[in-house]
C-alpha cells in the first residue's frame, strides 16, 4: 500500500479521536477515575478511543494495533498501529488546553508514520519517513540553537525527578538553559519539531506516546533516543532535541 494511503489513515484516526474527546473537554460533568497503574482516565479518553479505533480497524482490519486504554490487537506484525486517545490526560481533566490524541505506525520494528492532533489548540501534526514533518498543512524544522545557555528546554513529570538518579542532574541543566518550561508531553515534543523549543526531556512513556513523536521529531531534522542515548522508542523515557544538544544532554545526564 502506498505510504500517502498510510499517512491518510493516521489523519483520519487521529481526527476521529481528538474530536470527540474535545466534545468532553472541560464538560463539567466529567467523571475522572484512576486506573490500576496511578493514572487518570476519562470518559472522553475511553469514547476517543472507541471512535480512532472504529476508524483504524475499518481501515487496516489485518493490522496489529496497541492503544493506551484497551491494549494490543492482533493482526500483521510488521504494521503495528498505537494510539493513545488523549496524551495529557491530567491537563485534560482539568481544563487545560494541552493534550493531544497520539497515532503512529510502527513498519517492521521502525516508527514510519505519526499524527499528532491537538483539538483544543487547531494543531494537526504529522510526518512520515522521507516526507518530512509538517504543521497545519506548513512544514516544520527544529531549531539550530548548539549551547544549552541559548536554549529552550521542556522537562515532562517534573514530579519525577526527586526519585529519579539523574534528577539532581537534571535540574542543574534548567539552571543553565535560557528558559525551562513546562508542557504536555506531546505538547513539548512538538514545540521541539517546530523550533520554538529546543529539547524535551521526558522521563517516562510508553509506546503509543512515543512512536509518533520519534517519527515527527526525525522529520523534522532532530533526534530522538531513549534518556540512555537508545535510538528505540520502547525504553521508557525518552530525549527529544534538535540534534546539535543531543549529545551535550546525554553526557550532562549521565555525569556522575
Not at 199 to 209: E, L, S, V
Not at 224 to 247: C, E, K, M, R
Request: aromatic share 6%.
Amino acid at each position: 500500500m502506498p505510504l500517502d494511503d498510510l499517512v491518510k489513515s493516521a489523519i483520519a484516526t487521529a481526527l476521529a479521536g481528538g474530536r470527540v474527546a474535545l466534545a468532553h473537554f472541560r464538560d463539567p460533568n466529567l467523571q475522572v477515575e484512576t486506573k490500576a497503574d496511578g493514572t487518570p482516565v476519562t470518559e472522553g479518553d475511553l469514547r476517543a478511543e472507541e471512535a480512532a479505533l472504529s476508524v483504524l480497524r475499518g481501515l487496516h482490519p489485518g493490522h496489529a494495533i496497541l492503544t493506551e486504554e484497551t491494549g494490543e490487537r492482533a493482526g500483521d506484525p510488521g504494521h503495528r498501529w498505537t494510539l493513545d486517545p488523549i496524551d495529557g490526560t491530567r491537563s485534560y481533566c482539568r481544563g487545560l488546553c494541552a493534550w493531544a490524541t497520539l497515532v503512529g505506525l510502527v513498519v517492521d520494528g521502525e516508527p514510519t508514520v505519526g499524527a499528532v492532533y491537538a483539538p483544543a489548540l487547531d494543531q494537526l501534526a504529522v510526518a512520515w519517513r522521507g516526507g518530512g514533518a509538517w504543521l497545519n498543512g506548513q512544514p516544520i524544522r527544529v531549531s539550530d540553537r548548539a549551547r544549552v545557555e541559548d536554549a529552550v528546554l521542556s522537562i515532562g513529570s517534573l514530579d519525577l525527578l526527586p526519585g529519579l538518579p539523574w534528577g539532581e542532574r537534571a535540574f542543574r541543566l534548567m539552571g543553565r538553559a535560557f528558559a525551562c518550561r513546562g508542557f504536555s508531553d506531546a505538547i513539548a515534543h512538538l514545540e521541539v519539531a517546530r523550533g520554538h523549543a529546543d529539547a524535551m526531556i521526558d522521563p517516562r512513556g510508553k509506546p503509543w506516546d512515543f512512536a509518533p513523536i520519534a517519527i515527527l521529531i526525525r522529520e523534522a531534522g532532530g533526534r530522538f533516543t531513549s534518556l540512555s542515548g537508545d535510538p528505540g522508542f520502547d525504553q521508557g523515557d525518552a530525549l527529544v532535541s534538535n540534534g546539535a544538544l543531543h549529545d551535550e544532554l546525554l553526557r550532562a545526564l549521565a555525569a556522575g
